[in-house]
C-alpha cells in the first residue's frame, strides 16, 4: 500500500529490519571491550539519530505562526533535539571504558611492602536506620580483612541505644548536638573529631548505613591509592533486595536492578575519560585534601559529587573500581525510590547554580569536565521532561486536533524506525542484554514528575531546601498503595484513552494514513507503560524476614545425631532452605555446618522434596552468618536477561 509520500509500508520499515539484521549477525561477535569497535558502533548510531533529528528539524515543524500547533511542536522539538544532543555526548563518552581491576592487582604489592599499612577510618553514616540494618553493618565492616583501620557509627539521630549497640560491638560511636547539613555534616563532625586524635587517618572511607562490605574491600581499593594524585576511589553499589521495579512486577529473579546500566557501563566510561565522581558510599577517600578543603562541601545535597569537583580543583582526581565489594539495601519502596532519585536531581542542579558551575568559568575545571556536566544536566532536566510532554503530545492531538508533528506515517517511520533499532541494538549490546527499552522507560516515567519538580525548584531556589533521607528497612508485610502516584498515572491514562476514544470512536473521521496513526500507536504505547506504573505503584507485600540468597551450596545438617550433606535451596541470616527430604520432623532441633561454626535451628517446613529451617541465635552465631551471608560468597545480581522471562514475570504479576 502506498501513502502520500509515495513510500509504501515495506519501503518505509526496510531500512529499520536491515540495522536489526545486520546487528543480530554482528554485533555478539565484536569486543565490546576494545575502543575501536565501541567507537564505530556508536558512530553507526549516531549516525541513524541525527538522519532522524534532522527530519525532525526540517520537516516535522508546524508553520511558523501563533498557533497552539506551532507553540507545541517547537516546545516539543527544543526537548527532543536538547536529549538527543545529552544522549549524544553520553555515546560519545561510552565510546571509551576502563577496567582498573588489573591496576588494583598491579599496585597490590605496594601495598603489602609498606612497613604499615595506611590508617583508615571507616564511617558508618546513619540517621533513622534500625537496629537490625545497623548490626548487619557493623558486623561486616568489622570482618575487614585489612590490619589498620577503625570503624565509627556517625549517628545524626542520637539514639541512646545505638551508643549501647557500639560499646557491645565494641566499635566507636560519634555524634552532634544538631543535624546541620545532613549527612555532609555528619561526616564533617567526625572529620573534625578525627583531626584532633593522636594518630588521625590517612584515608576514611565512607559507608551508608544499609551497606555491608565484603572483608577485601579495603584490599582492593586502597592500592590504587598507590598515585599520589588520586582522592578518591569510588566502588559500585550492589543490592541484595531488588528496587520497586523488580519487586513489584515479579522480576526480581529475571531482571537486574536499575542502577546497573549506570555502575556497570556509564561510570566505566566516565573513568576511562577521567570523569569518574564520587558517589558516596563504599568509597574510600584521601584524609588530607579533605580535611584542607574543610570537608565535604555542604552547598548541595549531593555532596559526593560536589566532593569529586571541589577535589579535582585542587589536583585530585576520583578513579572507579568496578567489583563487586559491597552490598546495600536498594531502596524498599517506590515513595523511597522517587525520593532518592529526586534528591539527586536536586543536588545536582544547586551543582549548576553553584561556583562549581560549568557555567561558570572563574572555577579551574576543565572543558571536559565542563561538558560532562553539562551532558548529566540534560539527562535530568530534558529527558524526564520528554517523557511527561510525550505522554501529553499525542493524546492533544487526538483529543484536541493539536499536531505538534506534522509527519506522514510511512515518512515516520522511514526515520524513526532505524533510529529505534539502532538504539536499541547499541543498548542492547553496550549493557549485555540488561536494558529493556520498555522497562527503561517505565523507570524514568515513574520519576518524572517529581524530577521535573526538582529541576525548577532547584534551578530556581539552590538554597534551603531540606535534605531528605531514603528510608531503609521499614515494614512491608502489608500491600500498599502509593495513591497519589496511582492518581497521576491514572489521570495520564484517562487523558490517553479519551483521545483514543474521541478520535477513533466519537469523531472517526481522521484516516489512519496521516498523523492519526502515529498518535494512535503512540498511545497504547503511553497506554502500556503507564499500565505498568500502576502495577509498580500497588506495591506488593514482602513474605519473608531477612534478604535471601539462592545458591547450589552443600552444607551439612546434623539431627538425632546423624549428619548429611544437602544441597540448599536459599540462605539468609534467619533461616535456610535446602533440598531433599527432611532429616528430621517439623519442630525438631537441628545443627547446620556452616563453615567452620554449628548452628543451631529449627525445622519450619519439611515436605517430601524440600525442607526449611528457622536458625536459633546467639551471639555469635548470628555474626558468624551476618558474615557468612554477606561475605561475597552469595550473589543477587542477574547477569543474564531472557526478554521472555522478564514478560512472563510481568504477565504473572498482572494476574495475580
Known sequence: MSFATGLTFWDAILPGLLIA???????????????????????????????????????TLPPVGLSVDFIVGIVFLIVEALCIVGTTIALIFMMRTRSRSLDADRNTPWL????????????????????????RTIIGAQA?????????????????????????????????????????????????HLATLSEPPDFISILDADFVVQPHFLRRAMPLMKDDNVGVVQTPQHFFNPDPIQSNLAIA????????FFFDVVLPSKDAWGGAFCCGTSSVIRFEPLSKMGGFPTDSVTEDYLLTLRLKERGFETVYLNEELSLGLAPEGLKEYVIQRSRWCLGFMQIIRGVSSPLR????????????????????????????????????????????????????????FP??????????????????????????????????????AGLVKPKGHKFKVTAKGGDRNTRFVQWPMLRIFG?????????????????????????????????????????????????????????????????????????????????????????????????????????????????????????AINFTHTEPTRAHLIRHVFSGRYRATVDRVQPGEVALGVLSRMWR
Not at 565542563?370 to 510525550?390: A, D, I, K, P, Q
Not at 549490546?429 to 514528575?449: E, K, Y
Open 21 to 59: 539484521a545486520a546487528a543480530i549477525a554482528v554485533l555478539p561477535w565484536l569486543d565490546r571491550d576494545n575502543v575501536y569497535v565501541r567507537a564505530i558502533t556508536i558512530g553507526a548510531c549516531l549516525g541513524m539519530t541525527w538522519r532522524y533529528l534532522f527530519w525532525r528539524i526540517l520537516q
Open 112 to 135: 603489602e611492602s609498606l612497613p604499615r599499612l595506611p590508617l583508615v577510618d571507616v564511617l558508618i553514616c546513619t540517621y533513622n536506620e534500625d537496629e537490625t540494618i545497623l548490626e
Open 144 to 192: 575487614l580483612d585489612y590490619d589498620n583501620f577503625r570503624l565509627w557509627v556517625c549517628d545524626d539521630g542520637r539514639r541512646p541505644w545505638l551508643r549501647a549497640l557500639c560499646e557491645r560491638l565494641q566499635c566507636g560511636y560519634l555524634t552532634r548536638s544538631d543535624n546541620a547539613h545532613a549527612k555532609a555534616g555528619n561526616i564533617n563532625s567526625a572529620l573534625r
Open 253 to 260: 529473579r529475571v531482571w537486574p536492578d536499575e542502577q546497573r
Open 361 to 416: 568559568f572563574s572555577n579551574p575545571l576543565s572543558l571536559l569536565d565542563r561538558v560532562m556536566l553539562m551532558e548529566t544536566f540534560l539527562h535530568w532536566s530534558m529527558t524526564y521532561t520528554f517523557r511527561l510532554l510525550g505522554l501529553v503530545v499525542p493524546a492533544m492531538y487526538l483529543l484536541f486536533d493539536v499536531q505538534a508533528v506534522h509527519a506522514h506515517v510511512t515518512e515516520a517511520i522511514s526515520y524513526l
Open 419 to 456: 533510529y529505534f533499532v539502532a538504539q536499541i541494538a547499541l543498548i542492547t549490546w553496550l549493557t549485555r542484554g540488561r536494558v529493556l527499552p520498555i522497562l527503561a522507560d517505565l523507570s524514568q516515567l515513574l520519576c518524572a514528575t517529581e524530577i521535573v519538580r526538582s529541576v525548577v
Open 491 to 611: 489521570g495520564y491514562i484517562a487523558f490517553t484513552a479519551a483521545g483514543i476514544l474521541w478520535a477513533f470512536v466519537v469523531d472517526d473521521s481522521r484516516p489512519l494514513a496521516d498523523s492519526s496513526a502515529l498518535a494512535l500507536f503512540w498511545s497504547w504505547y503511553n497506554l502500556l507503560v503507564l499500565t505498568l506504573a500502576c502495577f509498580v505503584a500497588i506495591e506488593e507485600r514482602q513474605r519473608r524476614d531477612g534478604e535471601r540468597f539462592r545458591s547450589q551450596a552443600v552444607f551439612e545438617v546434623t539431627a538425632m545425631d546423624q549428619a548429611a550433606a544437602f544441597r540448599i535451596f536459599d540462605i539468609s541470616v534467619s533461616g535456610i532452605a535446602f533440598y531433599g527430604q527432611s532429616p528430621a520432623p517439623r519442630d525438631s532441633t537441628v545443627m547446620v555446618r556452616i563453615g567452620n561454626t554449628n548452628v543451631p535451628g529449627v525445622v519450619v517446613r519439611a515436605s517430601a522434596n524440600s525442607f
